[in-house]
């Protein structure tokens, strides 16, 4: 990378963190006010949701009033190459549930793609202050720290897998650790990035929800892969079609160590 894509590499990571903390922030404002009434405050969410996301928007069109922006909620229309190829996709309260109820596994997320290329994930947790970033080819930064996935060639009852909500009516499972599901794509692909779980299985998901987490996964050493271990290729649903088959997100090379342990009911 020469120095003046260096320069502006370095400009987009600043910018990112930056409007993921502000945003996070903003968000601050309305967490943990659901109506307790209410198992899901759909109100408060979308209020939320929607000054958030119109924070994004405006910061982004603002610093760069030549890219794309893509998000939940926004028209879905996809983008092509050319000179001004560049596209924020974003998540600005990914763990909604959570959100409403102050259980405080939630974030916002970030990335940016130029001409379908990845160029950088960001993800922040504004409750735990936690901050997971990487540009595409280089190393996982959490809280400024560098890290790396050590694969481990075995699971035990002290190995974690992530799940989605409906898991439990579509799969049974065989996996000797703990199962668990923390309501937030984002937060599951960066713990695993991060090596605190062996894997995490997606579904129903949308490319903003896996965007930002996939970056930061691939540069710590892990990929997302169909569960039958075919590949998987984000630039397949930029139109912002759900994925509808399940992914398993894990390091490099362990998928078929877990998938060993699932079947489709």
């Known amino acids: 990378m020469g120095g003046e894509q260096e320069g502006q590499a370095q400009s987009f990571v600043e910018f990112a963190e930056n409007l993921v903390k502000e945003t996070g922030q903003r968000a601050l404002k309305y967490y943990g006010r659901g109506d307790p009434q209410f198992k899901f405050d759909e109100e408060l969410v979308t209020e939320a949701e929607l000054a958030i996301r119109e924070f994004i928007r405006s910061s982004i069109a603002d610093r760069f009033p030549e890219h794309h922006i893509l998000g939940e909620g926004d028209d879905q229309t996809a983008y092509s190459h050319g000179e001004r190829g560049f596209q924020w996709i974003a998540d600005p309260l990914d763990g909604t549930a959570n959100f409403q109820a102050g259980i405080p596994i939630w974030?916002?997320?970030?990335?940016?793609?130029?001409?379908?290329?990845?160029?950088?994930?960001?993800?922040?947790?504004?409750?735990?202050?936690?901050?997971?970033?990487?540009?595409?080819?280089?190393?996982?930064?959490?809280?400024?720290?560098?890290?790396?996935?050590?694969?481990?060639?075995?699971?035990?009852?002290?190995?974690?897998?992530?799940?989605?909500?409906?898991?439990?009516?579509?799969?049974?499972?065989?996996?000797?650790?703990?199962?668990?599901?923390?309501?937030?794509?984002?937060?599951?692909?960066?713990?695993?990035?991060?090596?605190?779980?062996?894997?995490?299985?997606?579904?129903?998901?949308?490319?903003?929800?896996?965007?930002?987490?996939?970056?930061?996964?691939?540069?710590?050493?892990?990929?997302?892969?169909?569960?039958?271990?075919?590949?998987?290729?984000?630039?397949?649903?930029?139109?912002?079609?759900?994925?509808?088959?399940?992914?398993?997100a894990a390091p490099a090379g362990v998928h078929s160590l877990i998938s060993q342990y699932l079947e489709r009911l």
């Open 107 to 248: 974030g916002v997320s970030l990335a940016l793609f130029k001409n379908f290329w990845p160029i950088l994930g960001v993800f922040h947790m504004p409750i735990t202050g936690d901050m997971y970033e990487a540009l595409e080819g280089r190393k996982l930064m959490v809280n400024k720290r560098s890290m790396r996935l050590e694969p481990e060639a075995v699971a035990d009852n002290e190995s974690v897998l992530f799940t989605y909500s409906r898991f439990h009516n579509e799969f049974s499972s065989t996996f000797p650790g703990k199962i668990r599901n923390l309501g937030c794509t984002a937060a599951h692909l960066s713990y695993v990035a991060s090596g605190r779980a062996e894997g995490a299985l997606l579904k129903y998901v949308h490319i903003w929800d896996l965007a930002a987490g996939l970056i930061l996964l691939e540069a710590a050493g892990g990929e997302i892969r169909y569960l039958d271990g075919g590949d998987f290729h984000l630039n397949d649903y930029l139109d912002s079609q759900k994925v509808n088959e399940p992914l398993l």
